[in-house]
T-cell receptor
Framework: TQLLEQSPQFLSIQEGENLTVYCNSS?????LQWYRQEPGEGPVLLVT?????EVKKLKRLTFQFGDARKDSSLHITAAQPGDTGLYLCAGDWTGANNLFFGTGTRLTVIP | DTAVSQTPKYLVTQMGNDKSIKCEQNLGHDTMYWYKQDSKKFLKIMFSYNNKELIINETVPNRFSPKSPDKAHLNLHINSLELGDSAVYFC????????????FGSGTRLTVV
């Protein structure tokens, strides 16, 4: 079983602060995705990155794929209470038929 | 219209019972999946179906059996339920290429008492 470690596991910050969440693996990804899950709902896709070194921005969220395609980060600028949720990275490897999910980061943004 | 819909949302049942969870997608996706999310929120693949063929069957007990009557439906049947089966089960779908991303249903919270 492929293992994707996310850090931190829990993060509680004040509204307006910046934060970074990390996703690491010992394996090389073909592609990596980030999802956000809210209570009582399924994960919702935020972004997919496929090229080593790739950076994608989604409003206040910046996603970066490591040069070696073994790690990724999610940076949120000026966090808002609406950013509260469980953030999950998910990767697939060459020949894999499904996504393997990370251990998750639970973010709480306090107003 | 909900893209991936699961029923029921909640399911409480006694040990030893048999139950089914239904899933339907209206996205025209080729592949459907079942994931189990444990109490620590870890999502683990159980099954996937592509064009009505099982292409992954992870090491789940054979009490769990996926059934796909057509490309838009993937149901999960569970026999002889055990306490350890309590979890949230998610259905998802995707195009054939994984890096297009998954669309998830809202989950079924199964509680075995």
């Amino acid at each position: 079983t492929q293992l994707l470690e996310q850090s931190p596991q829990f993060l509680s910050i004040q509204e307006g602060e910046n934060l970074t969440v990390y996703c690491n693996s010992s394996s090389v990804f073909s592609s990596l995705q980030w999802y956000r899950q809210e209570p009582g709902e399924g994960p919702v896709l935020l972004v997919t990155v496929v090229t080593g070194g790739e950076v994608k921005k989604l409003k206040r969220l910046t996603f970066q794929f490591g040069d070696a395609r073994k790690d990724s980060s999610l940076h949120i600028t000026a966090a808002q209470p609406g950013d509260t949720g469980l953030y999950l990275c998910a990767g697939d490897w060459t020949g894999a038929n499904n996504l393997f999910f990370g251990t998750g980061t639970r973010l709480t943004v306090i107003p | 219209d909900t893209a991936v819909s699961q029923t029921p949302k909640y399911l409480v049942t006694q040990m030893g019972n048999d139950k089914s969870i239904k899933c339907e997608q209206n996205l025209g996706h080729d592949t459907m999946y079942w994931y189990k999310q444990d109490s620590k929120k870890f999502l683990k693949i159980m099954f996937s179906y592509n064009n009505k063929e099982l292409i992954i069957n992870e090491t789940v007990p054979n009490r769990f059996s996926p059934k796909s009557p057509d490309k838009a439906h993937l149901n999960l049947h569970i026999n002889s339920l055990e306490l350890g089966d309590s979890a949230v089960y998610f259905c998802a779908s995707s195009h054939n290429t994984v890096n297009y991303g998954y669309t998830f249903g809202s989950g079924t919270r199964l509680t075995v008492v």
